[in-house]
């Protein structure tokens, strides 16, 4: 949040440096003013605490809103790569946590995520979330993309997809009980219109295969996938080529699996994959910052594990540059003068 340039000098200093102590204040994400109307903003940033998505088998991951807010003033104010001062450069407010109250009700809880974001879409407010499972990406992309979306002109939405696994999952209608789950979303997005698999990318795949053909259900929706040796084989410029030309001038959403980077980075996050490299951090860096300039209409961080996490907060930390890297893409494509 930028100082109020109405108070005096010393005063402004004082209130940025103060802002910039994670155990001070109110902690709203990266101390963006809390205001609930999407229609007072440019860029909404959401935290979504929903982890029914998982099937019992990762729940904590409703904590990671909070623990992002809780160190997210320590935040990058600025971005040297682009020159942005994403604050200054349009208005970016803390709309808060999406209200569930049937919490253990995933299928409930997924439509009252989608009615929450079909608010956001109705202003032209493109949102960068923080969940949360990876189930939160169906109901936020129910209301995003597809018709009567004004974010996408009522185009279905591309998407481009971090992650360790394809959540494509389709040979069981329910993981664990929960349908519309974090298992399920890359699928039924798809199936029910509103995304386009032929516009978009699955990278970083890499998952705990259990059977020979587990990215089947990718490739039968007609995604394109970059797994973790198809990446270390082609290298980052021919997958950013990949991506770009998949994605084209079509409306595209990020959505960022903390599992997809490697256990050393992000210790804590669900369903994490220890058994072979994932990204460094500087790597997923340079594949976000491809998109600089495409229409970004949002994107979220899935399934950060406060409860896992190592005592310094590293995986938050991480949590926080990955939203940071979202919200400056979209000010500098859409916002900046």
Known sequence: MAPDDTAPQPARDHKA??????????PTLFRAPHDPDPAACDIALVGVPHSTGNGTTERDQHLGPRAVRDVSANGRRVHMHFGLDPWNACRINDLGDVPLPEANNNERSIERITE??????????????????HSITGGILQ?????????TGGRKAAILHFDAHTDAFSNMKHFLGAEKSAAHWASYLVRDGHVDAHRSVQIGIRGNARTLDWLQPSYDLGYEVITMDRYKEIGADSAIDIMQQRIG???????FDLDCLDPTVA???????????????DQAMQLLRALRGFN???????????????PNKITSMVTMSV???????????????
Not at 143 to 151: C, D, K, Y
Not at 269 to 280: H, K, P, R, V
Not at 303 to 308: A, E, G, N, S, V
């Open 267 to 281: 210790p804590g996050c669900a369903n994490i994959e220890a058994g072979c490299n994932g990204f460094m951090v």
């Open 116 to 133: 929450f974001y079909r608010a956001i879409d109705a202003a032209g407010t493109r949102p960068v979330s923080v969940g949360g499972d």
């Open 249 to 255: 001038d079509h409306p595209v959403y990020i959505t």
């Open 323 to 337: 939203m940071f890297e979202m919200l400056s893409l979209i000010a500098d494509s859409h916002f900046r003068d």
């Open 296 to 310: 970004i209409i949002g994107g979220d961080v899935a399934c950060l594990m406060p409860t896992k996490d190592s």
């Open 17 to 26: 440096f103060m802002d910039a102590l994670y155990w001070w204040g109110i």
């Open 143 to 151: 209301a995003l993309g597809g018709a009567g979306s004004r974010l």
